[in-house]
Nanobody, 123 residues
Framework: QVQLVESGGGLVQAGGSLRLSCAAS????????MGWFRQTPGKERESVAA????????YYANSVKGRFTISRDIDKNTVHLQMNSLAPEDAAVYYC????????????????WGQGTQVTVSS
């Protein structure tokens, strides 16, 4: 059974940092593109960042470039999202996802999803 489990969410003041982690189990995700998405109530899920299976290629939404960093540990089947300089507009439920294709892809192109972790940013 494929499982993605996010952790690291919480409450942080504006300007602060959080590091999200996504642990994958059930199969080897070394050949999968891994992505982070976020969603707020009433809005569509949006892409935040993605990383290729090798870690050599990364993608970032314009809104997080220069503040967020995605990385992966292939041996540990784990993906991280380091979030710095957080702003109230970054508050959302953050989801980890995986897809067996290259490129960042849209949410509908991801096959596996975690349950999400809440990020709250106070102003």
């Amino acid at each position: 059974q494929v499982q993605l489990v996010e952790s690291g969410g919480g409450l942080v003041q504006a300007g602060g940092s959080l590091r999200l982690s996504c642990a994958a189990s059930g199969r080897t995700f070394s050949m999968y593109t891994m992505g982070w998405f976020r969603q707020t109530p009433g809005k569509e899920r949006e892409s935040v960042a993605a990383i290729s299976w090798s870690g050599g290629s990364t993608y970032y939404a314009n809104s997080v470039k220069g503040r967020f960093t995605i990385s992966r540990d292939i041996d540990k089947n784990t993906v991280h999202l380091q979030m710095n300089s957080l702003a109230p507009e970054d508050a959302a439920v953050y989801y980890c996802a995986a897809r067996p294709s290259s490129g960042p892809g849209s949410p509908s192109e991801y096959d596996h999803w975690g349950q999400g972790t809440q990020v709250t940013v106070s102003s």
